[in-house]
């Protein structure tokens, strides 16, 4: 709203939320501390798990950080921020979820004491950024080689990774599974730097059985059964034909009427079906194929001609899968059969059907491309699956962060520790207020080690001196041991390392929605179209008095809606 010559303008819709300055800006902080507050029990191995139940009773039970804010509804904006920074950090490396949030919380936190300190939100913002600059270089310059090629580093990464999930019973196993799946998919440009896409594993997921039972298989599953009991159930060295079209005799769009006026004339044409659907079958025999995957489907008479051919068949298989396979077994997707061809038949080492639990699945495995795999991933339950997926893809995502950066850190508070020493050496050489901030932001890296000590019920205070001690020394991964609760010189040594950008990313994306949060200093929210916040009057106010009226709401800021804080 503004004012011409004493008369109040209308700039806003009626009902429109605003508030300015520090109300705004401590608002904003305390709803992404609130947020911070509610993952930092589940940090580290050590950390608890959350139940989530949506609201049609829906349950998750997971530690993953990403997951928890999916899950809970934020209505706060800054609440949501905060939301995005764990999605960020999901997205961008995989994992260091709730690492991320508990850190842009704490900087919010520190901030705010300098705001008290009349320090202006943009020296604030600058610091950090600086800070965030020379974190980054610090914690590359700490790092330890890696690669592809380092089987151990690769695997205690996918560990460490899994160390934190219901499933760390069975990580040695899963993260085995994980380095094999992304080794699989990995390829090399031609300047010789590594990408792995994890979309290329698929995962699959069969209630039954003991995580321990989860599996790679390089090839591809379909979740259906041979057409035909009489069909061979396993074939190996096998042509493959990919068929778009039914092996079936179509049916005329229109209605069409036939006289038949003798018993000759049913058996005519009952014998030209049955010499059609030989036909067809003879077509796929001749072109040399072992095993039919067809889209559409399969005619009984067809099945059996196919049958004596000694043909496995599989029927109404998905359009995506038929796609997926045509890669994997390098064959050529025919839409009629008079097209097919020997040399365009796809290929696989072995095609068999096998039971899970009451359901048969065919597997394609050893195919030409090796490229394409599958984790079929067996668990108890439902829920115990799903935050095996979870924990999978978080492994993943870390093997692959660590072929394509080929760079760890030691984990267990380590890299924190140590970029915050260096950080406070770094902020005496600026001086200034922009030191404070950059102190500040040292201090707010300290809470990744403090909350791993807490959630395993060490004393903070104590850890904490114990690591920066033995920092002082120069052990650079001197971290906290949560399996023992000792500190140990080198997390490395034992094991526990985490891939460099994960690290990375969490200061990035933590830095980068505390700096927006801080420069917020006017939230101006418009009305919600059903149900007016309380305080304000229903069905608005006359016109010519809205603004006037408006105004006096505004005033009172305290008239957030609930949702709001
Ligand atoms: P995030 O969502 O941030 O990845 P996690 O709950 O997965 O959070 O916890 C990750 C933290 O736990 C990292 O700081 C990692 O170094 C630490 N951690 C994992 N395993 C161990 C271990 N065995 N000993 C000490 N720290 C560990
Ligand atoms: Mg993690």
Same mark, same amino acid.
């Given at each position: 709203m503004a004012q011409l010559g004493g008369t109040p303008v209308l700039i806003m819709r009626e009902g429109t939320e605003r508030q300015r300055g520090r109300d705004a800006m401590q608002n904003n902080i305390a709803a992404a501390i609130v947020i911070a507050e509610a993952v930092r029990? $589940?940090?580290?191995p050590m950390g608890m798990d959350k139940m989530l139940v949506d609201q049609f009773g829906d349950v998750v039970i997971t530690n993953d950080g990403a997951t928890i804010l999916k899950e809970i509804d934020v209505q706060h904006p800054a609440a949501k921020m905060m939301v995005e920074v764990s999605k960020t950090q999901d997205s961008e490396v995989g994992d260091g979820t709730t690492t991320s949030v508990i850190l842009a919380g704490e900087l919010l936190k520190r901030a705010k004491k300098l705001l008290e300190q009349k320090i202006h939100p943009t020296v604030i913002t600058e610091g950090f950024r600086k800070a965030a600059d020379k974190a980054v270089e610090i914690l590359y310059a700490i790092s330890i080689n890696s690669g592809i090629d380092d089987e151990e580093g690769l695997?205690?990464? %996918?560990?460490?990774?899994? $160390? !934190? +999930?219901i499933v760390s019973e069975s990580k040695v196993k899963l993260a085995q599974i994980c380095m094999d799946a992304i080794k699989a998919v990995a390829e090399k440009s031609e300047d010789g730097k590594w990408t792995a896409d994890i979309e290329k594993v698929q995962i699959q997921k069969k209630e039954g059985d003991s995580i321990d039972d989860t599996s790679l298989i390089k090839g591809i599953i379909l979740d259906k059964e041979v @057409?035909?009991?009489?069909?061979?159930? $396993? @074939?190996?060295?096998?042509k493959i034909l990919l068929l778009q079209s039914a092996i079936e005799i179509e049916k005329t769009e229109f209605d069409a009427k036939l006289q038949i006026t003798s018993p000759e004339q049913i058996q005519q044409f009952l014998d030209e079906e049955e010499h059609m659907l030989r036909t067809m079958a003879e077509k796929v025999a001749n072109s040399g194929a072992k095993v039919v995957i067809c889209q559409k489907g399969i005619d009984d008479m067809a099945q059996h001609f196919l049958t004596k051919a000694g043909i496995m068949a599989v029927r109404r298989v998905k359009k995506s899968d038929i796609e997926k396979l045509?890669?994997?077994?390098?064959?050529?997707?025919?839409?009629? =059969?008079?097209?097919i061809s020997n040399d365009k038949l796809g290929w696989a080492g072995l095609v068999e059907e096998r +039971? /899970?639990?009451?359901? *048969?699945?065919?597997?394609? #495995?050893?195919?030409?491309?090796?490229? *394409?795999v599958v984790i079929l991933i067996r668990g108890g339950t439902e829920l115990v699956i799903d935050e095996v997926e979870r924990a999978i893809h978080d492994a993943l995502c870390v093997v692959r962060d660590v &072929? #394509?950066?080929?760079?760890? @850190?030691?984990?267990g508070g380590a890299p924190e520790i140590e970029t915050a020493i260096q950080l406070r050496k770094y902020a005496s050489t600026l001086g200034g207020r922009e030191q404070l901030a &950059? #102190?500040?932001?040292?201090? !707010? =890296?300290? /809470?990744?080690?403090?909350? =791993?000590?807490?959630?395993?019920? =060490?004393?903070?205070?104590?850890?904490?001196?114990k690591l920066r001690a033995a920092h002082q020394q120069g052990h650079k991964f001197a971290g906290t041991d949560l399996d023992t609760g000792d500190v140990v010189n080198d997390m490395a040594k034992i094991g526990v &390392? #985490?891939?460099?950008? @994960?690290?990375?990313? %969490?200061i990035k994306s933590s830095t980068e929605a505390t700096s927006m949060i801080l420069r917020i200093d006017d939230v101006i929210a418009s009305a919600k179209s059903a149900g007016m916040p309380p305080g304000m009057p229903p069905g608005g106010m006359p016109p010519g008095m809205g603004g006037m009226g408006g105004m006096g709401g505004m005033g009172g800021m305290g008239g957030l809606p609930p949702g709001m804080m």
């Open positions: 029990t $589940s940090l580290g695997k205690n990464a %996918a560990m460490t990774c899994m $160390s !934190s +999930k @057409v035909s009991p009489g069909m061979p159930k $396993s @074939v190996s060295d096998a045509a890669k994997a077994t390098g064959g050529t997707i025919f839409t009629n =059969l008079d097209d +039971k /899970i639990m009451n359901d *048969s699945w065919i597997f394609i #495995e050893k195919c030409k491309d090796p490229k *394409s &072929v #394509e950066d080929q760079k760890l @850190v030691g984990g &950059v #102190e500040i932001f040292a201090d !707010s =890296l300290d /809470i990744i080690p403090k909350t =791993l000590a807490e959630n395993a019920g =060490l004393d903070q205070i104590d850890t904490l001196m &390392v #985490e891939p460099t950008v @994960v690290k990375v990313q %969490a």
